[in-house]
């Protein structure tokens, strides 16, 4: 007779999981980001009795409930949505984990381990810098030094620091450029110490919301969500499924009329899928009606132009799909997917070029729907 009662209280759950699943969940999960795509109604429990059963373990009554909260950090605006009965304490130490990060790696933050490393030349790093340092030298390496965290110089003249837009005179870029070099980076692992050579800079700015769109689904994890989705200024990174048992729907931005249309659209469970792209910051020079953005390619000294208006990465790793939208970006497609193929890193892309065509690496023709016209790498 008990384990009757329990059984039908369980099933009973289970179907208020779902029907909630589709009114308010996903319903939330749509305002997060402007690439995420607002999710439809999820589909009712086929198997009613398997459900009940499978679910038992791990039956949560607020499963299909989601909450959102918007942080402003990190030069973005941020939106991170968790489902289930631990939403609430998930988020609020989530926001605390941003803000510490942001206090670690901002070049905006002038007590942050980067700006100090930026004015004093040498410091002790703290252990989550350490890694996005050690990551960011290993990208120097497999990229052929075409991702550096020391472009920061040229960052600085381009006017991207400061807002300030201003096309350099090709004597200030060979004065920048002399800066730029990832290898004249010394790092000792024995005091955890970076040292820059006179008169470098860095930036993580090409890594750091990736690092930290993973460090908040570990968050999540710990505080027992099991579903969830952040977008950090357009990267996205989800957590499971939606609340429904279905995948996240993920719109990839039109790199051309700018915010809010979609030109791809992913089904995605348990990954990152970072863009970047060169309608995110950028001006034009009013002399030459030239435009230039804020993916430099450190052997020119100038905006990468390299055929691509965008490039996205799918990866379970947030940091690496960061680190690498930014380096294929750099790359161009022939190059990227030759990287792609030797397999040093695991990980998806999507590619978007100056005449709007996409193509995808193979692992992506499951996950895109909804995308004509779209060509597979092979
Ligand atoms: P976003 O920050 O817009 O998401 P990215 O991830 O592509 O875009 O990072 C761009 C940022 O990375 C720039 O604002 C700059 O701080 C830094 N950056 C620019 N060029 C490079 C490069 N070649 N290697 C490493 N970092 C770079
Ligand atoms: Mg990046």
């Known amino acids: 007779m008990k384990r009757a009662a329990a059984f039908l209280l369980i099933f009973i759950l289970a179907l208020a999981g779902c029907s909630n699943s589709s009114s308010q969940g996903s319903g939330k999960a749509g305002e997060t980001a402007g690439t995420a795509e607002t999710g439809g109604a999820g589909e009712p429990a086929a198997e009613e009795t398997q ?5 038992v373990p791990e039956q949560d009554p607020e499963a299909a409930l989601g909450d959102t909260i918007y942080i402003s950090s990190m030069d973005t605006e941020m939106a991170l949505t968790a489902y289930g009965s631990h939403r609430t304490e998930a988020l609020a130490a989530a926001r605390d984990e ?40 290993d990208l120097y390496e497999a990229t052929g030094g075409l991702f550096d965290i020391t472009v920061y110089p040229l960052m600085d003249l381009w006017g991207f620091t400061t807002q300030n837009f201003k096309v350099p005179s090709e004597s200030e870029l060979a004065a920048a450029l002399a800066l730029v070099g990832s290898d004249r980076l010394s790092f000792s692992e024995n005091d955890h110490t970076l040292t820059l050579d006179k008169g470098q800079a860095i930036d993580l700015g090409a890594i750091a919301k990736g690092y930290t769109s993973a460090r908040i689904m570990d968050i999540f994890r710990e505080h027992g969500v099991q579903s969830a989705m952040v977008s950090l200024g357009g990267n996205i990174q989800c957590l499971g499924t939606k609340p429904d048992g279905s995948a996240w729907r993920i719109g990839i931005q039109d790199p051309v009329s700018g915010r809010g249309e979609t030109v791809a659209k992913l089904h995605i469970t348990d990954l990152a899928v970072i863009t970047s792209g060169s309608y995110e910051r950028y001006f034009t020079d009013k002399e030459t009606g030239e435009t230039y953005h804020h993916i430099i390619d450190p052997r020119t000294g100038k905006s990468a132009r390299s055929g691509l208006t965008s490039v996205t990465i799918v990866s379970r790793d947030g940091a690496l799909a960061d680190g690498l939208s930014t380096s294929l970006f750099i790359m161009g497609i022939d190059e990227a997917f030759r990287f792609w193929k030797s397999g040093v890193y695991d990980f998806e892309a999507l590619f978007i070029d100056e005449g709007g065509h ?16 779209v060509t597979v790498l092979e």
């Open 51 to 55: 459900s009940a059963v499978t679910l």
């Open 98 to 137: 941003v803000l510490r990060l942001n206090d670690l790696f901002s070049v905006g933050v002038e007590t942050s381990d980067i700006s100090r490393a930026n004015t004093e030349g040498s410091v002790v790093l703290a252990p989550e810098t350490e890694l996005l340092v050690r990551d960011s030298l």
């Open 358 to 373: 996409i193509y995808i690496t193979p692992g992506l023709s499951g996950m895109i729907y909804d995308t004509p016209g």
